[in-house]
């Protein structure tokens, strides 16, 4: 069974700075995606970046940008010139490209993201 | 972006009732709707999947009677917590997915049992 892991509960930043925030998975299937996702107060669930994992590039949204290690099975989210609304609750996510259950998703345990003014 | 609308947001039950939680795909037709289950500073925990006409399958050490779900439609998903107790309060979470799509969230439900 696949498993992902975030060994920060908390990590805090100062905005304009940039901070990372780190995962790791476990996986038996080569063809799967991972995402991450950030829950502010609200608690509703946002995308934030995916990859796929047959691709080599690493995936970028504006201010946010993963370094994918498939050899390495590491996944981390690079959030570039913080800003406060930033700040919330952030998941990584597996999900396999193959089967039936699409959009099954496997999530870490959170990272807690402060930014401070 | 694809919408799912989950209703209601919050809702206060008393113990020994039971309280039914919708989740509407508002834009498209959901191939596959999830079920998640998240306390407070912690993760989604994955409580059932449910395809359209068909009975929902539930992860382990998920009570089938006591949570029950409903895939009538394309749109549509409800989960019924039967006989809800103190214990069962807790934030719900929808999510629906059709095809290779990823998956799109509900807003949540707050539920407390008083």
């Known amino acids: 069974a696949q498993t992902v892991t975030q060994s920060q509960p908390e990590m805090s930043v100062q905005e304009a700075e940039t901070v990372t925030l780190s995962c790791t998975y476990d996986?038996?299937?080569?063809?799967?995606?991972l995402f991450w996702y950030k829950q502010p107060p609200s608690r509703q669930m946002i995308l934030v970046i995916r990859q796929e994992a047959y691709k080599q590039q690493n995936a970028t949204e504006n201010r946010f940008s993963v370094n994918f290690q498939k050899a390495a099975k590491s996944f981390s989210l690079k959030i570039s010139d913080s800003q406060l609304g930033d700040a919330a609750m952030y998941f990584c996510?597996?999900?396999?490209?193959?089967?039936?259950?699409?959009?099954?998703?496997?999530f870490g345990q959170g990272t807690i993201l402060t930014v401070h003014p | 972006g694809a919408v799912v609308s989950q209703h209601p947001s919050w809702v206060i039950c008393k113990s020994g009732t039971s309280v039914k939680i919708e989740c509407r795909s508002l834009?498209?037709?959901?191939?596959?709707m999830f079920w998640y289950r998240q306390f407070p500073k912690q993760s989604l925990m994955l409580m059932a999947t449910s395809n359209e006409g068909s009975k929902a399958t539930y992860e382990q050490g998920v009570e089938k009677d006591k949570f029950l779900i409903n895939h009538a439609s394309l749109t549509l998903s409800t989960l019924t917590v039967t006989s809800a107790h103190p214990e069962d309060s807790s934030f719900y979470i929808c999510?629906?997915?059709?095809?290779?799509?990823?998956?799109?969230f509900g807003q949540g439900t707050r539920l407390t049992v008083v």
């Open positions: 996986t038996s299937e080569s063809d799967y995606y």
């Open positions: 999510s629906a997915s059709y095809f290779e799509r990823e998956a799109f």
């Open positions: 996510a597996y999900r396999y490209a193959g089967g039936t259950s699409y959009g099954k998703l496997t």
């Open positions: 834009d498209f037709q959901a191939t596959t």
